[in-house]
């Protein structure tokens, strides 16, 4: 479903503990989800259901958006999925054995 980025070292619980609490150290941060290979969520700010759903929208959005880039230029990358509403700013950002999704508040 989604194009293999080359391989880089794997992601321990660690490196994911780490990186969580450096975007938590962040301002305005208002959620975090840090998702696995398999698109589950291994750490997150939200309930667990929640998550899942969030989860599964922006993938899915994710997904589309990797499909159209290939259209226009196979040999490009995707590195990071920016939306933002009047409120909220959330971003995707994948890597090769994690993603980590951010939901902050928009600066007025």
Known sequence: MFKSPPEKPPRTRR???????????????????????FGIPV???MEFDT????????QELRGRLE???EKMDPNDEF????????THEVMLVPDVKITVIVVQNAAK
Request: hydrophobic share 40%; proline share 0%; aromatic share 8%.
């Open 67 to 69: 499909r159209g880039m």
């Open 79 to 86: 590195l990071m999925l920016r939306v933002r509403t009047k």
């Open 43 to 45: 750490k997150s700010t």
């Open 15 to 37: 490196y994911v503990d780490e990186a969580f609490r450096q975007i938590q150290e962040k301002k305005n941060i208002r959620d975090i989800i840090i998702i696995n290979e």
């Open 51 to 58: 998550s899942v759903k969030f989860v599964g929208h922006f």
